[in-house]
């Protein structure tokens, strides 16, 4: 039996135990949490190339062509060349950038070499992908802050003592127009025009700049320059990804396969990309209580893309505890639990993700809300006259729009509860009342000595009633 075969017999038994005792969960996040640094070498290639696929969107050609490739490079004595594109564009990292990182550490620890090209050279250009507008470029000094303070945030899940780094102006800024122009007169427009963002920019009348345009052929020459045998990247790069296929062939190199990584959903459960701007993201610099809390206020149907995305669970691992939730023998609650375990173990330990459970659980099963600490709240007197909509988006920030709010309503996940003498009572905030102002909402329900408004797990108290 594989090491990981060890550890997947382990974990198994813990999965099929009681998993709302402290105890048990402990347990099993320090087996699976371990798994981060286990050596993975010994997995034969189909087992390896089933590995990678079962965090993918799609390997392409195939995962049969992914197991070969790891076959012959084993033959000859040497691990795949993986390669990986980063744009330092931003200095808030949110957990849905460590997904592909995530899924290097696999490569590195299957026995492959990553590569990690830094976009110095693209990044002035600006990845156009799912851009509905021109993207500002960045300056050096813009590039230099934002990867320092990448690699820092990343750097719980994977190893950047054992990778190469390279910075993609090395062989793009040398390139001359002449070499550039007989490059170009290979690659059909048509190709470089189907993209989807920009048909639709095209068709509204918005701008789109040659720089945009060649964007697809600068990240294809890194491939070109390295070599690679695989590239990962999002699943909206992949007609990126695949053009470094194409440059490949045209230089008589061997193509590289293409890894699609997964956009992850935000934690509001609109079905918004995560993202700061949304306001539906967990930054890997946040506190452990917080990062658990975020996660615990996610829909129950997010687990299993996040269990697939930041952990190291096995595909059968994640059917089994899914499986247990839907035959009501594991509360969804419990598994959810694990999961912002999981993720609060990887950032900063598993001492800190027991004591973010801890906190989690001592100020969330009291029975009343007025025992609770510190809570947003909203003033009536001020804000009742807005709509129940407005006050989540504007005043409380717990969603993003007035849409998701209504999107909350909706899916009976919009609330009011009230606390009195004989406990608490929950009324639920209909899709047409959430449109309506707070004050005439809160009057039609009953009388109590405290009200709150709850947007999915997200809780506020209403001031001033």
């Not at 402290?22 to 070498?41: F, I, K, M, S």
């Not at 390669?83 to 492959?112: C, E, M, N, Y």
């Not at 102002?437 to 009057?443: H, I, M």
């Amino acid at each position: 039996m594989t090491r990981l075969g060890e550890s997947v017999a382990r974990a198994t038994t813990l999965l099929s135990a009681d998993l709302s005792t402290d105890a048990t969960v402990q347990e099993l996040l320090r087996e699976t949490g371990a798994r981060r640094y286990l050596d993975l070498t010994d997995l034969p290639p189909k087992e390896q190339a089933a590995l990678i696929a079962g965090r993918a969107v799609e390997v392409l050609p195939g995962v049969e062509k992914l197991a070969e490739r790891i076959e012959e490079r084993r033959a000859a004595g040497r691990g795949l060349h993986i390669k990986l594109g980063i744009d330092p564009t931003a200095t808030d990292v949110h957990l849905g950038h460590a997904v592909p990182l995530i899924v290097l550490s696999r490569f590195q620890r299957l026995g492959h070499s990553v590569t990690l090209i830094i976009g110095d050279f693209t990044a002035k250009i600006g990845d156009p992908s799912g851009r509905t507008a021109e993207r500002p470029p960045l300056t050096d000094e813009d590039i230099a802050a934002n990867l320092a303070t990448y690699r820092e945030q990343v750097r719980p899940f994977f190893d950047f003592e054992h990778v190469s780094f390279r910075q993609n102006s090395e062989w793009l800024a040398p390139y001359t127009f002449p070499e550039l122009l007989a490059l170009l007169s290979q690659v059909p427009a048509s190709q470089l025009l189907q993209r989807e963002d920009f048909r639709n920019r095209l068709a509204a009348g918005s701008g789109l700049t040659m720089t945009e345009l060649l964007y697809p052929i600068a990240q294809g020459l890194d491939s070109v320059a390295l070599e690679c045998d695989v590239e990962l990247g999002g699943s909206d790069q992949l007609l990126n990804l695949q053009m470094g296929r194409k440059l490949m062939e045209l230089r008589g190199q061997q193509p590289q396969l293409v890894v699609t990584m997964p956009l992850i959903e935000g934690t509001d459960g609109t079905g918004a990309k995560m993202s700061k701007s949304k306001g539906n993201y967990v930054g890997l610099s946040s506190p452990a209580d917080d990062v658990f809390g975020k996660i615990m206020s996610v829909p129950d149907r997010l687990m299993e893309p996040y269990l697939k995305a930041w952990t190291e669970w096995t595909d059968d691992e994640i059917t089994l505890a899914l499986k247990r939730v839907e035959e009501r023998s594991l509360h969804p609650m419990d598994l959810k639990k694990i999961l912002a375990g999981e993720v609060v173990t990887a950032l900063y330990g598993l001492e800190a993700a027991m004591a973010a459970r801890a906190g989690f659980t001592a100020q969330f099963s009291k029975k009343s809300f007025t025992d609770v600490g510190s809570l947003p709240s909203v003033d009536l007197a001020a804000h009742g006259a807005e709509t129940v909509a407005a006050v989540l988006t504007k005043v409380l920030e717990f969603t993003p729009s007035a849409s998701a709010a209504r999107r909350l309503a909706k899916q009976n996940a919009l609330k009011l509860v009230v606390e009195g003498a004989d406990g608490q009572q929950t009324v639920v905030i209909a899709e047409a009342d959430a449109v309506r102002p707070l004050a005439e909402v809160v009057a039609e329900a009953p009388a109590g000595a405290g009200v709150y408004l709850k947007a999915g797990r997200k809780l506020a108290k209403v001031d001033g009633v």
